[in-house]
Each structure stands twice: as structure tokens, then as C-alpha cells.
């Protein structure tokens, strides 16, 4: 296999965002079976839009994102994006709108993470991988 052929994160995502939008938001894979959004965000460096699918989280009429990398030790590069330019694109099932990103803090950042991480458990091993503290952001409709 070339080195060209290699699964990227870039055509990794692309192949499941490819598949969200043809199944209104279902998918196999690593994300099957998960609350899964499409994040779009405009690069705090390019100006262009880059769409990232994550998990998230329902806390009543709101809905939340982690930005956990994974528990790498720095912030993952959307979450840089939303921070220079919180005006974000949401993407749930087949539903899409404008919202506004902000992050959590404090209690609400920690009430949120821990309702993350209650129902997808991976994320208090993100949390234990790293020193940083994971932001949670809320993404407020238009």
C-alpha cells in the first residue's frame, strides 16, 4: 500500500461525514450506534469551513460537544476554530442550523462533562490521558 493510500483523519472523517448526510445522520464504524453531530466550523487561520463529526450531548433543549482529542495533550484544532469564531454550522440526523458556540465553565463545564462521560464512558479515560482540563461547549441555537 503507498503511502498516499494510508487512512488519514481528513479522509477518515470525510468518509463519515459522507455517510451522515446520505443516512440523516446514521453511520457504522467507530460511530455506530452514537449521538453523532456535524460540527462546522470556519478555520481561525484559512477562513474556510471545516466540518468535523463528533460525539455530543443532550442536556435538555441544549446540546453539548467535548473537545477531548481524544485526551491529547492539547485542544483539537475545531475547538481552536469555534474559540476566534464561535458562529458554528450543526448538523443532527437530518436536521441542520446556525448556532452559536460557547464554552462551558466551572460547574456547568463540569456537570456537562460528567453527563458526556455518563453516557459514553470513554470519556473519563480521555480525561485521565491528559492534564488539561476538557472543555465542553455549548452550542446555542439560532
Not at 463529526?53 to 485526551?71: C, E, I, K, Q
Request: proline fraction near 7%; charged fraction near 25%.
Amino acid at each position: 500500500m503507498s503511502a498516499d493510500a494510508q487512512p488519514t483523519p481528513q479522509n477518515r472523517n470525510a468518509a463519515v461525514i459522507e455517510e451522515f448526510r446520505a443516512n440523516k445522520g446514521k453511520v457504522g464504524g467507530f460511530f455506530e450506534g452514537s449521538d453523532l453531530i456535524l460540527l462546522t466550523t470556519v478555520g481561525a487561520k484559512s477562513g474556510e469551513p471545516r466540518t468535523t463529526p463528533m460525539l455530543y450531548v443532550r442536556d435538555g433543549d441544549t446540546v453539548a460537544v467535548a473537545a477531548s482529542f481524544a485526551g491529547a495533550p492539547r485542544h483539537p484544532a475545531w475547538y481552536h476554530n469555534l474559540v476566534a469564531n464561535p458562529e458554528v454550522t450543526v448538523e443532527i440526523g437530518a436536521e441542520k442550523y446556525q448556532a452559536t458556540a460557547v464554552p462551558a465553565e466551572g460547574a456547568e463545564r463540569d456537570r456537562l462533562f460528567a453527563l458526556m462521560a455518563e453516557g459514553t464512558p470513554r470519556f473519563h479515560e480521555y480525561a485521565e490521558k491528559t492534564t488539561r482540563v476538557i472543555p465542553m461547549v455549548v452550542l446555542r441555537a439560532h
